[in-house]
């Protein structure tokens, strides 16, 4: 009954309310005319619930050519209509929402061009069924299919690979754990019980038992050495940006680090304006970049979130506006243990692109964003 009420226009709600009231009205004042009147306007508001009962006999599809692009990319959406049985003349319609649009298919399908996107996540669907009756005053729609996402990513600059430069950190970093299989030697000890005997090392414990003519043997012992595993961080409250467009620039500049990470194979972590991404290196990182907006925990906040989504870090970028002091950036930076590399970058389109040296990261300050290539490549600036 709650559903049947939803479904009633307020169109038919006042036809409702007027019908019932002339029928009363006739037949208190004995007006046969106004009692007419009433039951008619009731058996139209019967005959339009009857038009909208059942599903009716439909199928349909909707297949979106691309789901990731980037601004002011074209993708298309086909959506494809399939009657079953006989066809009626009130067939129900079939509309698809397009972000806040609403698109009417034709009877047999519809291919739509989706052009023209800002940064975001677009909403394509669900395709409804709306069944009616001609006056309009009983709407009910039934939905046909899921909601497909549609991501829209910021614009990114090629980046060198992350080998080189500011930004190489391929081979992760030693550690100082023990460990009894790795790549890095550290030195040999005795051989304990338990220990992998593919590990001893033959010519060492061959020029021990000709000097001391001893029995024992010498294993290798190796350091830890850390996957390269890359934060980005991107800084998304409102009161570190006095200009939205600085807050698209650090997204663009943190994109275009992550997507060259996914290039490399590098796995990479994503804090943006308080959305977080998992380690990942596929294309599907960047879709936290899509999502993010203006809000969310400050630059400390979003520091210590990064620490509990990749305590293995091995290279953080944070990327934040030239509204932070000195001393805001070091307690972001004090969140990663001091073994972790870090960067930090400050979108400020009324300063020069350059970088600063400190003692426990490097400041980097970028104007526009086709500098970032050259900033991190760490050659000399123009």
């Known amino acids: 009954m709650g559903r049947l009420l939803e479904a009633v226009s307020p169109s038919g709600r006042l036809l409702a309310v007027v019908a019932a009231g002339t029928?009363?009205?006739?037949?208190?004042?004995?007006?046969?005319?106004?009692?007419?009147?009433?039951?008619?306007?009731?058996?139209?508001?019967?005959l339009a619930c009857g038009l909208t009962l059942g599903r009716g006999a439909v199928q349909v599809r909707?297949?979106?050519?691309k789901r990731r692009l980037q601004p002011d990319e074209t993708t298309r959406c086909a959506v494809e209509v399939e009657h079953h049985g006989r066809r009626s003349l009130f067939a129900p319609e079939v509309e698809l929402p397009i972000g806040k649009d609403r698109v009417e298919v034709?009877?047999?399908?519809?291919?739509?061009?989706?052009?023209?996107?800002?940064?975001?996540?677009?909403?394509?669907?669900?395709?409804?069924?709306?069944?009616?009756?001609?006056?309009?005053?009983?709407?009910?729609?039934?939905?046909?299919?899921?909601?497909?996402?549609?991501?829209?990513?910021?614009?990114?600059?090629p980046l060198a690979p992350l080998g080189t430069g500011l930004l190489r950190d391929l081979e992760g970093c030693t550690t100082n754990d023990v460990s009894?299989?790795?790549?890095?030697?550290?030195?040999?000890?005795?051989?304990?019980?338990?220990?992998?005997?593919?590990?001893i090392h033959w010519r060492s414990t061959a020029k021990l038992a000709a000097s001391t003519q001893d029995g024992r043997f010498l294993v290798r012992q190796y350091l830890d050495t850390r996957r390269a595993h890359i934060v980005v961080i991107v800084d998304g409250a409102e009161q570190s940006y006095s200009d939205p467009e600085v807050f698209?620039?650090?997204?663009?500049?943190?994109?275009?680090?992550?997507?060259?990470?996914?290039?490399?194979?590098?796995?990479?972590t994503v804090v943006a304006a308080g959305h977080v991404s998992g380690r990942g290196g596929g294309q599907h990182v960047?879709?936290?970049?899509?999502?993010a907006e203006l809000g969310g925990p400050g630059l400390a906040g979003a520091a210590t979130r990064a620490v509990a989504a990749a305590p293995d870090a091995t290279l953080v970028v944070i990327i934040t506006s030239a509204r932070h002091s000195y001393a805001d950036l070091r307690i972001a930076a004090s969140a990663f243990s001091p073994e972790v590399r870090k960067i930090v970058l400050r979108v400020d389109p009324a300063e020069h692109t350059r970088r600063?040296?400190?003692?426990?990261?490097?400041?980097?300050?970028?104007?526009?964003?086709?500098?970032?290539?050259?900033?991190?490549?760490?050659?000399?600036?123009?």
């Open 286 to 291: 960047l879709d936290v970049f899509a999502r």
């Open 106 to 157: 034709f009877d047999r399908g519809r291919e739509i061009e989706i052009a023209g996107l800002k940064r975001g996540v677009i909403a394509v669907g669900p395709a409804t069924t709306v069944r009616g009756d001609p006056l309009g005053l009983v709407r009910r729609t039934v939905g046909m299919t899921e909601v497909v996402e549609l991501f829209v990513h910021p614009l990114t600059v």
């Open 180 to 199: 009894m299989s790795d790549l890095a030697f550290h030195a040999l000890r005795e051989y304990a019980p338990g220990d992998d005997r593919r590990h």
């Open 23 to 46: 029928w009363v009205l006739g037949a208190v004042l004995g007006w046969d005319e106004f009692v007419l009147l009433g039951a008619t306007g009731v058996l139209l508001l019967a």
């Open 62 to 65: 909707v297949d979106v050519t």
């Open 356 to 382: 600063a040296a400190s003692t426990s990261f490097s400041v980097l300050t970028l104007r526009q964003l086709g500098d970032l290539p050259g900033l991190l490549a760490g050659g000399t600036l123009q």
């Open 248 to 268: 698209e620039m650090a997204l663009s500049a943190g994109a275009s680090v992550v997507k060259r990470a996914a290039s490399d194979e590098i796995d990479t």
